[in-house]
């Protein structure tokens, strides 16, 4: 077979490559060589592949591009920066992957391309160590996970795949992380040699949802070390780690809660008092030796809790500018040249109290910015939550906020919906008032995937797939369109066609929008603002342990904030007065529920017609989700009409109402154990973090006590709200 002609230009483009980006070679060149080899990959077996020439020109900004049709058929990519001409290298392999029409287009697009969203991120509480946890850790996925946390392999992995879909930030969030990734030369003891794991038993009760109590004696008492590595070791470690982070570009941040001296607590005296002077020294010191340790690390970012009690004579800002402020400003004293990025969250404080501390922050306010929960704790909701508006007076004089977007809705399925995503991205603040966005969960690992049944048990080392492979069209359609939300539908049509060939992607497409519309509708019905109060996978929140919502739940549920949606006792209470409904009703929800599931389980009967479904593993798992999510949508559109049933039959003692609400309640049943099937035939059961225990079959006995609530109901036992009133 004739080599590309790529391949024999390969030498010639790496040398341009070089030159280029000058002396930093290591930054500068890694970023293009991966470009290079994505471009390689996807030439394989290709002929008449065009040669590719590198360039920078920083007059056209950080991470822009552009693609030009040179001589000779050549296609030259020329970047603001690394990053910038790694993207436009990317794009190049994208349209080689999807074929001759993409390869044409490319060659016409003489645009400049800019990032939208200059920072777009993802936020990965980190499970570092059973005596560092972060707020995750109570949880089978964590802890399976932190092993991985210490595998160059997987870090390797995990920043290709965030350079492929354009994520340019990763957050790491630590209750503590200081002791597994500094040494502190005043408290040399704090530094923790090795990797510990607990044994113990999780369950059946989460730990402490404020981070507190996060490190049982018990787990102590019952450890096993994962990994045998010196401090020394570690620094090297996390090190390579923000190379390879840079290498694909990638800026590294740090998070915190605060006070959570887990690792360091009891030694030197070290408290979680407020007070503690050793305390004080203690946290200003490790921030101190965390920059200086780590040259290539943006940024860290803080909160003013969630174990930090008011104290008028030492406020919480006070404290954070004593440890932070006070810990980076002695870190920067012999290299005032760098810029070192505080990110300071809302959450927990008052902006003015903020704006009086941390004036004196090293290039404030360039460097200086907030952090804000957008969409509280579910992304899959609304693409225009209202919840901004509280903080934008705040944004003013220069001052900027990044966007905590998390996802505690979806952790077992593949979603995909472009026009959500896409709406969701446009509806962000403007570039003045936001600095960035980073999207992840507090109650999950984005780590490798322990979840899936069939690979249970094996031990697969660096071939078990990242939670980022599995949920690839998630994350592409997130990255992608931050970048650039002019993307078309064709480009993801055609992304999934390349994927799975032989399988009429058109179909595939339409099945994978109408899956992935189910959450979100039915969250901003049934609204819980935290995590800890709404999973809608399922349909729990946590009570002392996993508490399965029942009918009379969603009676006296409330509506997500700004949807135009009201919630089923305001409806009755319309209807029953014969007012003007004047909002989307809970029924309306349940239809649309029910047709976004009817066509997703039509779309998927017709692509198992194809042999290729069960024969392309990948293939079959994906429909198993869009089915699964379609079942759930079923369940929650009979749930809710039985709900409005019995709410009338509350008010009316009609006989044919009730009879009406245990009828759907009883479809309702039969939807949750068809879910349960699908679900549970893919996914393992486990123990979340921030729920409890999720048995999807075992939870078809909080549906069943439905029908039973139904029938035993007595009229007049649901009261209004004054909250529901217009």
Aim: aromatic share 12%; proline share 7%.
């Amino acid at each position: 077979m004739p080599i590309p002609r790529y391949i024999l230009d390969r030498r010639i483009v790496w040398l341009l490559a070089a030159i280029a980006f000058g002396g930093s070679a290591r930054i500068g060149a890694q970023p293009v060589r991966f470009a290079q080899s994505e471009i390689a990959a996807a030439a394989a077996n290709r002929l008449g592949t065009p040669p590719v020439v590198f360039k920078t020109d920083p007059a056209l900004g950080p991470q822009a591009y552009r693609i030009a049709h040179g001589a000779d058929d050549t296609l030259v990519v020329t970047g603001g920066d690394a990053t910038g001409t790694m993207y436009g290298g990317l794009d190049v392999a994208e349209a080689l992957r999807l074929g001759p029409a993409a390869m044409a287009a490319l060659r016409s697009d003489t645009r400049l391309h800019v990032p939208h969203i200059a920072q777009r991120g993802i936020k990965f509480n980190i499970p570092l160590d059973l005596r560092t946890p972060s707020y995750s850790d109570g949880s089978d996925n964590a802890r399976a996970n932190i092993p991985e946390m210490w595998s160059r392999d997987f870090w390797v992995t995990f920043f290709d795949e965030m350079a492929r879909h354009r994520y340019n930030v990763l957050s790491l969030w630590s209750l503590n992380p200081f002791p597994s990734m500094v040494r502190v030369p005043e408290f040399p003891d704090v530094a923790l040699d090795d990797v510990w794991r607990s044994r113990a038993p999780l369950g059946p009760v989460p730990l402490d949802g404020t981070g507190k109590n996060n490190v049982p004696p018990a787990f102590l008492a019952d450890h096993e070390v994962v990994k045998k590595i010196t401090m020394d070791e570690k620094i090297a470690f996390w090190r390579d780690v923000m190379q390879l982070a840079a290498d694909r570009g990638v800026a590294v941040y740090v998070f915190t809660w605060n006070v959570f001296p887990y690792g360091a607590e009891p030694k030197y005296g070290i408290t979680a008092d407020m007070s503690n002077r050793t305390t004080i020294a203690y946290y200003r010191a490790s921030v101190r030796e965390l920059v200086k340790t780590y040259p290539l690390l943006a940024g860290i970012g803080i909160t003013a809790g969630e174990n930090m009690p008011n104290n008028p004579d030492f406020t919480k800002e006070q404290w954070l500018w004593a440890t932070y402020g006070e810990g980076v400003r002695d870190a920067l004293k012999d290299t005032p040249e760098r810029t070192f990025n505080l990110i300071h969250r809302f959450h927990q404080t008052a902006p003015g109290e903020i704006a009086r501390n941390w004036q004196g922050y090293p290039g404030y306010p360039a460097t200086f910015t907030f952090s804000y929960k957008y969409s509280v704790a579910h992304m899959y909701s609304s693409t225009k939550p209202p919840f901004i508006a509280e903080v934008i007076p705040y944004l003013k004089d220069g001052m900027k906020t990044w966007l905590t977007v998390r996802n505690d809705d979806i952790y077992s399925f593949r979603w995909g919906d472009p026009d959500y995503a896409r709406e969701y991205i446009q509806n962000l603040p403007p570039p003045a008032q936001l600095a960035g966005f980073y999207m992840g969960p507090d109650g999950f690992i984005w780590g490798r995937d322990f979840l899936d049944r069939e690979l249970a048990g094996q031990s697969l080392g660096a071939q078990r797939p990242l939670v980022m492979q599995k949920q690839w069209y998630a994350f592409m359609l997130w990255g992608r369109l931050a970048y650039d939300p002019t993307l078309p539908d064709s480009i993801f049509q055609e992304t999934l066609g390349v994927r799975f060939p032989g399988v009429d992607a058109a179909t595939l497409f339409a099945a994978s929008n109408a899956a992935s519309k189910i959450i979100p509708q039915v969250t901003r019905l049934f609204w819980g603002d935290m995590d800890i109060r709404w999973f809608p996978e399922a349909n729990a929140r946590n009570v002392r342990g996993t508490h399965f919502y029942t009918v009379t739940e969603f009676m006296n549920g409330i509506t997500m904030p700004g949807t135009g949606i009201i919630n089923i006792r305001e409806w009755r209470r319309r209807l029953l007065d014969q007012q003007p409904l004047a909002a989307i009703s809970p029924l309306e929800v349940a239809d649309s529920l029910e047709g976004e599931a009817n066509q997703a389980l039509g779309l998927v009967a017709r692509l198992r017609n194809n042999p290729l479904s069960k024969a392309n593993r990948e293939l079959r798992l994906t429909l198993g989700d869009y089915e699964a999510m379609a079942q759930l949508g079923r369940y929650y559109a009979e749930k809710i009409r039985g709900a409005c049933n019995l709410a009338l039959f509350d008010a009316s003692r009609q006989p044919e109402q009730q009879a009406g609400a245990i009828a759907h309640l009883e479809r309702a049943l039969v939807a949750w154990k068809n879910y349960a099937a699908v679900r549970d035939a893919q996914y393992l059961p486990g123990f979340y973090s921030r729920i409890g225990w999720i048995d999807i079959t075992a939870l078809a006995a909080g549906a069943a006590k439905d029908i039973e609530l139904a029938r035993m109901w007595q009229p007049g036992s649901l009261k209004s709200d004054p909250k529901d009133e217009p």
